[in-house]
């Protein structure tokens, strides 16, 4: 018997929400789970590289990661140090998933309504621009310019981090404009590495990157869903763009944006199909058929998994490996500076050291801060409900955390050791400074909500 149309309305309602919460929230609430609890593993390993930089082993160390590790496969070799398969191998799994998430807050989060990702947007273009800016104004004409684009960047994890640290004082609303911004900023940051990072192309890898690109493309069209197969080819994209000039780790963002967001069967064929399988399964077990029942079983979970899409699926099962193995080994790989009186000295007498604190911790504050009053007031954007402005400014402030990401450009704008060095105290310096400042501003600006107040991601 057919049901009212009230009823059916409620349960379109109700599935709405359910989709809603399934393609949204839920990722939302797991992503952020991952960062914030990856941030300490990460706090753990810049630590421990610390420490061993200014150990007797430090020597052992750099040559621990110069080790050379060859691949041959017959048509291509390759010949890199261990720092180099971090930083070119295992980061692309990192941008690969930040390509994931972009792709995801596009489609579906905080990035597909115009008005709610203006204010992000808005904020993520002035925490970009105006450290930049602050930074060259200080190297002018000096070697270390090239450097400007290392306080763009904002360090997702550690940012999460101190806000889980806060708890209930700060609205979940301000996770999610945190996370949001975030995710623009390395969306911004990916095209500098790709635009002004990129020395020489080499015409012929570039163009096997573009068959292997459109190989990927085609199989995707051909309805091919074999894991092993797309892995496959997104190592040869790898290698290709590895070869081209490009940097490599571009290729983890560009495979993060190819992957298919829809799933292949929705709830309710997924239902349908179940029952005549559970019915078909039931069957076999009653005939003993042991082929049948391997069959009909694989088909079940065939279906269960297409349920997920594969940008949903790859996002729950690779972030967890990027977060507590990808970035604390690329900081235990980067992170080691020396931090003797005389080496600290030298860095923050550098303009380098000094254009980079600048500029994280006082230029992402105010180039934010004013980019969002601005967003705000000329009626572009609105502020999430339950974020004030001390909310905004506090955030701002922890955006000047850069770490990850401003390390990994310091590797790709330097190559004199000492200029390195002062980068390395500079961000260190500046993360660090930021992060408190941000933590105390947001602290002593905040009350947690009453006992028993709902605190949902929505």
Known sequence: MAGSPRSRGALEVRAEHQRVARTVHLPLQAFIRTEWLGS???????????????????????????????????????????????????????????????????????????????????????????????????????????????????????????LGLLGRRVPTQLRVFVLALAIVDDLGTILVIAVFYTENIVVGAFGAAALVLAAIVLARILGIRSVPVYALLGFFFWVAILKSGVHATLAGVVLGLLTPARHYYDDRTALEVGRRLLARFEAAVERDDHHDIEATLGRLEEVAVGTESPLERLERKVHPWTAFVVLPLFALVNAGVPLSPADVGAAMGSPVALGIVAALVLGKLGGIFLAAWLAVKLRLARLPEGVGWRHVAGAAQLAGIGFTVALFIAELAFVDEATMTAAKIGILAASLAAGISGYLLLRVGSRPPPVGAADGVA
């Open 40 to 162: 300490g593993v990460l706090l753990a390993a810049a630590v421990v590289a610390l420490v061993l930089a200014n150990s007797p082993a430090a020597d052992a160390v750099h040559r621990l990661w110069e080790t050379r590790i060859t691949l041959d496969l017959g048509f291509v070799q390759l010949s890199k140090s261990m720092h180099y398969w971090v930083n070119d191998g295992l980061m692309a799994l990192f941008f690969f998933v930040v390509g994931l998430e972009i792709k995801r807050e596009i489609l579906h989060g905080h990035l597909s309504d115009p008005r709610t990702a203006a204010l992000p947007a808005a904020a993520a273009l002035g925490g970009m621009v105006v450290p930049a800016l602050v930074y060259v104004a200080l190297n002018a004409g000096g070697p270390g310019v090239r450097g400007w684009a290392v306080p763009m960047a904002t360090d997702i994890a550690f940012a999460l981090g101190v």
